[in-house]
């Protein structure tokens, strides 16, 4: 956790609010003076065991260590005899209890052990383990950490035994559960003197139930202090962590005098002969764990074994159509499963659209139990709109199906209008997405959002939390509606204004930043093209200081326009234009007054980049550019004689990225335009006549 902390220091502000809600949670209850002794939580394990030969980690092995990990929970353990009789009285007993996971996530039958064959040894612990923790880094993927505890087996790298994710700590679901050396796991077997006890996977579970160690983490450099203490009052005060077997009693600085340190508690590190026991402390703090933090569990069925029927097609899941379609022609895509114990060699699958009439496809083939395959059913034409639709299986093997409970499938989606040119989207209505606009936010987490309160020159914009996200890597999209731009389009220009702003300098050391990516997508977000425009920290922000708590933009200089010229992307096709939000817990993004707009470009300013007429003027002047420099911040005028005679902003460049400057009210004579750029400047020559 300490290393995690030391990372993104971020996420500890996040972890430590978390753990006060538990505590608070924890004072309520007393405060109640409750004496109902909640009730006991059977927690599904699934065990991956990731190694060049996993089977040298047997079923026995697997056994061993489920049995260590229930006596220790429930404080049933045999040595618990070998706890002093000053600690006996407050040995703990969770009411926490494990079973290895009888059915996957889908349903099926399930042993609770996954074995992969990895060639990826030693996995770092700097990340939690966090490659062994996915397939596509030669690890093995989570079962759904909501309803499942994951043990990862491998082998970890610089002698390291295990590591966990704590509750709160910032860490995605996907890599929620503990970590384990293979020669700390078990009782026998790969398991090796002196951590051949389990209580490796009994340390590391505490601590996905939320323990600290016993003397709070504050020795890091080796030398004992007694500043951080782990949280648990029944816990003594501990300098430093323990290894070995030492004699009882042991003091230290904490605890110079009887009974002294509690080395023997699952949350040191001592050896496995002679570590015995929770408190009762942390019994309860853990327990607290269970029902507010990882509450998702209690819900879970994966301890419940499954009952195969012989005949049972299901209707698994639908790949599509959802969400919004971009095509009207809809064809259903179904994932049928063979649920039954007799090969599944024929079904009749039907949907209906809202209140159409059924659609029927019979399919034939050859599906074992528990197989699956992917069917596409015949398409039909729908209009603009929202709907409804069910697909349904029926008759397997031509007789009736005997469990109806799986049978169908719901979905819903939604076709629009293609949008029209040219687009203007400030965000002033209350529905948000816009009509036709999508949102894609793979983690249900924070997401671009409308923020009532604040615009550019209006009074709603659209705005990414950054702020309140607590981990790394997070993508969050905005999709407009579907444009066409036909063959014969002369060109397609993006314009929008932007505001962000970090929290960490700009110019320090920072390597992580929030990103805004604009791309193309032509087949409704399948796949993605890239624009030329993907910025982040200091060619991102808008506001050059670090700014401590939520970003506002409150002056003009906080927003700027920025243009894309999309026409060789999109020329020829139908398309959405993709806003991507990368967080790295900087700061919030606004964006403001998106413009599509379709135009003729002239040729001579397609090739210069930057344009200005009439020259000589009687007046008026304007600027005109093919792209907006995103360097560009500020333009002066100056007379002959060098004064200064107004100043305006980047920000004002208008959506047909021009710029207007009258001089009708100054003398005659020449005048000098400065372009101000961030480390460059760039003059230009006018001569005022009447």
Not at 152 to 172: E, I
Not at 412 to 431: N, R
Not at 492 to 506: H, P, R
Not at 653 to 670: H, K, Q, S, W, Y
């Amino acid at each position: 956790m300490q290393h995690l902390f030391a990372q993104n220091p971020k996420l500890e502000t996040a972890y430590k609010q978390q753990r006060q809600a538990l505590l608070q949670h924890l004072a309520n209850m007393r405060n109640l003076r409750t004496t109902a002794v909640p009730s006991t939580i059977t927690v599904p394990v699934v065990i991956h065991i990731v190694m060049p030969d996993p089977s040298v980690i047997t079923d026995l092995q697997v056994a061993q260590q489920m049995k260590v990990l229930n006596e220790d929970f429930a404080g049933d353990n045999a040595d618990t005899a070998a706890v002093p009789a000053v600690w006996k009285p407050i040995i703990g007993h969770t009411h926490i209890q494990f079973c290895l996971a009888q059915r996957t996530p889908n349903g099926d039958p399930a042993t609770g052990v996954v074995r992969v064959t990895s060639s990826h040894a030693p996995f770092e612990v700097s990340t939690a383990a966090q490659d062994v923790k996915y397939t596509s880094t030669g690890g093995s993927d989570a079962w759904d950490s909501d309803s499942y505890f994951n043990i990862w087996v491998c082998q970890l790298a610089s002698g390291n035994l295990g590591v966990a994710t704590l509750p709160g700590a910032g860490y995605p679901k996907e890599e929620q559960g503990i970590a384990v050396d293979y020669t700390g796991f078990g009782t026998s077997g790969t398991a090796e003197s002196p951590y051949n006890g389990g209580r490796t996977v009994t340390h590391e579970t505490g601590h996905y139930f939320g323990m600290h160690h016993i003397w709070g983490d504050d020795d890091a450099d080796g030398v004992a202090r007694c500043t951080v203490d782990d949280g648990i009052a029944d816990t003594p005060p501990q300098g430093k962590r323990t290894f070995g077997c030492p004699g009882f009693p042991m003091t230290d600085l904490c605890s110079p005098t009887y009974p002294g340190i509690m080395f023997m508690n699952y949350m040191d590190y001592t050896d496995d002969a002679c570590m015995h026991l929770f408190t009762a402390g942390q019994a309860t703090v853990m327990d607290g764990v269970w029902q507010l933090q990882r509450a998702s569990l209690i819900n879970s069925q994966g301890c419940q074994p499954v009952n195969l029927l012989a005949n049972d097609a299901q209707a698994f899941a639908l790949l599509g159509p959802m969400d919004k379609v971009c095509d009207n022609e809809v064809a259903p895509t179904l994932i049928l499963k063979n649920k039954g114990t007799t090969p599944l060699q024929s079904v009749k699958i039907s949907y209906r659209i809202n209140n159409s009439a059924p659609v029927t496809y019979n399919w034939t083939g050859s599906l074992a139990s528990l197989a699956t395959t992917v069917i596409t059913l015949p398409s039909s034409v729908v209009d603009t709109g929202h709907f409804t639709f069910d697909v349904y299986t029926d008759l397997p093997n031509g007789v009736t199906d005997q469990d109806h409970s799986n049978d169908t499938a719901h979905g819903s989606f939604h076709y629009d209008a293609d949008g029209t040119y040219p687009l203007v989207e400030g965000f002033e209505s209350d529905d948000f997405p816009p009509g036709g606009w999508k949102i894609n936010n793979p983690d249900n987490s924070f997401t671009w959002e409308l923020n009532r309160d604040v615009g550019h020159n209006s009074a709603h914009s659209v705005e990414m939390r950054n702020l309140g996200y607590a981990s790394n890597g997070p993508v969050d999209e905005l999709l407009t509606s579907v444009y066409n731009a036909p063959a014969s389009t002369d060109s397609v220009f993006l314009f929008f204004d932007i505001a962000a702003a970090t929290t960490s300098d700009i110019h320090g050391t920072n390597t992580y930043w929030d990103t805004l990516q604009v791309l193309v997508t032509k087949d409704c977000g399948l796949t993605y093209e890239t624009t030329p425009y993907k910025k982040a920290g200091a060619t991102l922000v808008t506001r050059q200081t670090p700014v401590n708590g939520e970003f506002t933009p409150t002056l003009a200089s906080d927003w700027r326009r920025d243009s894309i010229d999309l026409t060789a992307l999109v020329r020829g096709s139908r398309y959405q234009v993709v806003f991507r939000n990368i967080t790295n817990y900087e700061n919030n993004i606004y964006l403001d007054n998106i413009n599509l707009v379709t135009k003729a470009v002239n040729p001579l300013l397609q090739e210069k980049g930057m344009l200005y007429w009439p020259n000589p003027t009687n007046g008026p002047v304007t600027i005109g550019f093919y792209e907006i420099p995103s360097d560009l911040q500020n333009f002066a005028v100056y007379d002959g004689s060098g004064r200064l005679i107004m100043t305006r902003s980047a920000g004002d460049i208008g959506a047909n990225n021009r710029i207007t400057f009258d001089l009708a009210n100054e003398a005659n004579g020449v005048y000098f335009v400065k372009l101000i750029y961030r480390d460059r400047k760039k003059t230009i020559k006018i001569v005022k006549v009447k």
